[in-house]
């Protein structure tokens, strides 16, 4: 757990968190990034898809009820799979990643219900931090 290297422009505070199973051969990734503003993380947003697009084998992933301010998409470099979900909300950019998994409708299903979770979290954070 620490700051979100990959964070883009001037985001006000950013976390990253790392799961993996027991031997590391596969692992999810689950990243927030506050913005101060709402145009800022809009930037920030588009800035990201914009990076995520020209990384070499990129691929965008079909999924239904995503929203109009997310992506989905996959690289496989090395014999490695990465599916990737970027979503905006507010002054939030929240964004997941499971490494070496394939790109199944099963996987990319699971990648957007955890990201929701934590799209949810964030802001009842934010929201208790606001009350204070």
């Given at each position: 757990?620490?700051?979100n290297?990959t964070?883009?422009?001037?985001?006000?505070?950013?976390?990253?968190?790392?799961?993996?199973n027991s031997?590391?051969?596969?692992?999810?990734t689950?990243?927030?990034?506050?913005?101060?503003t709402?145009?800022?993380?809009?930037?920030?947003?588009?800035?990201?898809v914009?990076k995520?697009?020209?990384?070499p084998?990129?691929?965008p992933?079909?999924?239904?009820?995503?929203?109009?301010?997310?992506?989905?998409g996959?690289?496989?470099q090395g014999?490695?799979?990465?599916?990737g979900?970027?979503?905006l909300h507010?002054?939030?950019i929240?964004?997941?990643?499971?490494?070496?998994?394939?790109?199944?409708p099963?996987?990319?299903?699971?990648l957007i219900?955890?990201?929701?979770?934590?799209?949810?979290?964030?802001?009842?954070?934010m929201?208790?931090?606001?009350?204070?």
């Amino acid at each position: 757990m620490g700051h979100n290297l990959t964070a883009v422009a001037n985001a006000k505070a950013t976390r990253s968190v790392i799961y993996a199973n027991s031997d590391s051969s596969k692992k999810v990734t689950i990243t927030v990034d506050q913005y101060p503003t709402a145009s800022d993380a809009s930037s920030a947003y588009q800035e990201a898809v914009a990076k995520s697009k020209i990384v070499p084998g990129f691929k965008p992933v079909p999924a239904e009820n995503l929203g109009q301010d997310a992506f989905v998409g996959t690289v496989t470099q090395g014999g490695e799979t990465h599916i990737g979900l970027g979503a905006l909300h507010g002054t939030l950019i929240v964004g997941a990643t499971l490494a070496r998994y394939d790109p199944t409708p099963e996987n990319t299903a699971k990648l957007i219900s955890l990201t929701r979770e934590e799209e949810r979290a964030a802001k009842a954070a934010m929201d208790r931090n606001r009350q204070k």
